[in-house]
């Protein structure tokens, strides 16, 4: 029983699990379940996890059909370099097995450094985290805290503020970002110089006193 499927339950959330019997000697965890369960591969996502140059560990969502392209994720994270994680490390981190592991969206701890969590569109009424654990440090910008948990309400958390994000597009960068407007609260906002990432998620340099998300204003 993975924490998903538990706080599924706890919250009363309408769920299907699909099962199938795994062989030993299959290639691919992610092909086997497509194959065995009639799913197209482009439906079906595996969980991988990387590290940063700086020892961070990163995870990116992929199509079981599909390898990872480190460099892309390198630029989507703000790092240097890009490379497959330790398979010891990131059973530490997750607390799953290599061939299993995965940070869902209910059921485990996201830790937010500098970041935006604003403009939810999901059916959960209106708030932009919603029964998760989060666990906040300083500096995070949450637009609509309501269905928040106590635990995101760390040292300098920036609560109910509107950042006033653009439309997401290309700014520049390998990946498409949302610019801050004039007059955002997540400018210059991050005061702790430990938690400024060298660039943002376009590669722009960060300043002194950097923003809040992937996007350092000019």
């Known amino acids: 029983m993975t924490p998903a499927v538990t706080a599924a339950k706890r919250a009363r959330i309408a ?7 795994h062989e030993p000697g299959a290639p691919s965890y992610g092909l ?27 995870v990116a969502l992929v199509p ?14 703000g790092a240097k370099r890009a490379a497959m994680a ?7 981190a997750t607390g799953y097995v290599v061939g299993g592991i995965g940070r869902s969206a209910f059921g485990e701890s996201t830790i937010l450094k500098g970041c935006i969590v604003a403009d939810n569109v999901a059916t959960n009424g209106g708030a932009d985290c919603w029964s998760v654990d989060v666990a906040a440090f300083n500096g995070n ?15 300098g958390a920036i609560l109910t503020a509107d950042p006033l ?18 007059g955002s609260p997540a400018i210059g906002a991050l005061t702790n110089g430990t938690l400024c990432r060298q660039a ?10 950097c923003d809040l998300g992937a996007y350092e204003a000019p």
């Open 32 to 58: 086997e379940a497509a194959e065995a369960l009639g799913l197209d591969p482009a439906s079906v996502f595996k969980t991988l996890l990387a590290e940063r140059d700086d020892g961070a560990l990163g």
């Open 141 to 155: 910008l949450i637009e609509e805290s309501l269905d928040c948990p106590a635990t995101l309400h760390g040292v």
């Open 86 to 92: 330790d398979p010891a490390a990131a059973e530490r």
């Open 200 to 209: 943002d998620q376009r590669g722009v340099a960060r300043t002194a006193l």
């Open 165 to 182: 994000l653009g439309p997401l597009q290309d700014n520049g960068g390998a990946t498409h970002t949302q610019a801050l407007a004039p």
């Open 15 to 21: 769920f299907r699990l699909l099962e199938y019997r």
């Open 64 to 77: 079981v059909a599909c390898t990872l392209d480190l460099k892309a994720l390198a630029a989507a994270i």
